[in-house]
């Protein structure tokens, strides 16, 4: 079937984090979700457990485990077990549960900044130091590992928290890259938390490679974190997986849950399910709407914003916008909110290199891209 993702969706008043907390004049282009209406095998999917009327306590769906693990090996060419999967409501308790049972307290947990505030924050939820290498914005903007800085903290680290695809600044990192980050963390001898969540949203001229599966040497004390809450537009559903390759490693990752990280609920199993097994014909879609939209927003952004530059957006549907030549004093957030009102991403939320950008999501429809960027171009006359 055709997807129609130009029309626009009234999102408020339906307790939308993106839309309900923020003033009726702003258009919100900060959170991370799309405007888009989800895949219909999902939405077939929750209306049949919804006519079912009843929502016990759940388990797994007998073939979500295949899916998956098919899915993995069609898409990246990883090889993983059924056994090595553990689901999760959630990335974010992914990552945190990643720091509980890998780093012991007062430790060091390295990342890559400017990241995603839920990554930067994390160590300090369980007594953690944490150790920033952060990315460095080489020639046309695209962001590269500052290898000196990362094998220096990788040398006081137990535990290394990737992104990538990395958000906010759009990298799909390349296999010589991964491979690289490989070594250092296993001459170091770090577990890695790879958080993977926007690796369906690749664009044209990348690949997504997931970390562990470049060697097996470091598939063993890597966990990596999916979900299809980005790629299907299914966030407020709630459900994600760790896939842990290594038993010893997935044992002390599932103590570490225990009693306070659940599973998802009958609805979250159904959507990943569908989604899944179902959705990649809206994908393809919305893919390639998205990319579209990227590539308008970056015509827009070096013909019309003055000062303002894009960082290549290799994955994810957020731009990493440098405003830093374009005389804003201050947080180009809260700049374009009150001259324009336009609520974008503060890019200071995202460690200290993110002072003087800011984030914007272009998974909308064109007409919402269009109209916030207009609005953002006369907040700069």
Known sequence: MTYDFDTPINRRGTDCLKWDTCAEDVLPLPVADMDFVAPEPVLRALQERLNHG?????????????????????????????????????????????CRTTAPPGTGILMQPPVYPPILGSPANHGLRRLEAPLVRGDGGRYQVDWGAFDRLAAEAHLFILCNPHNPVGRVFTRAELEQMAEVCLRHDLTVCSDEIHCDVIFSGSHHM????????????????????????????????AVIPDADLRERYAKARAGMVGA???????????????????????LAYIEANRDFLVEFVERRLPGVTVSP?????????????SGIEGSPAQFFLQKARVALGDGAAFGKPGEGFARLNFACPRVTLTEGLDRMRAALR
């Open 210 to 241: 997931p970390l562990a599966s470049v060697h097996p040497e470091i598939a063993r004390r890597t966990i990596t974190l999916m979900a299809p809450s980005k790629t299907f537009n299914i966030p407020g559903i709630h459900c994600a997986f």
């Open 54 to 98: 009843v929502f016990g306590y759940s388990c797994e769906p007998a073939e979500l485990r295949e899916v998956i693990v098919d899915r993995l090996w069609e898409r990246y060419g990883w090889s993983v077990s059924p056994e090595a999967l553990l689901f999760l409501p959630g990335v974010i308790a992914g990552f945190n549960l990643a």
């Open 313 to 325: 957006v290799e994955g994810t549907f957020l731009a990493w916008l440098d405003c830093r030549e």
């Open 264 to 286: 998802p609920g009958v609805l979250g199993y159904a959507a990943g399910l569908a989604a899944y097994r179902d959705g990649d014909e809206w994908l393809a879609q919305a």
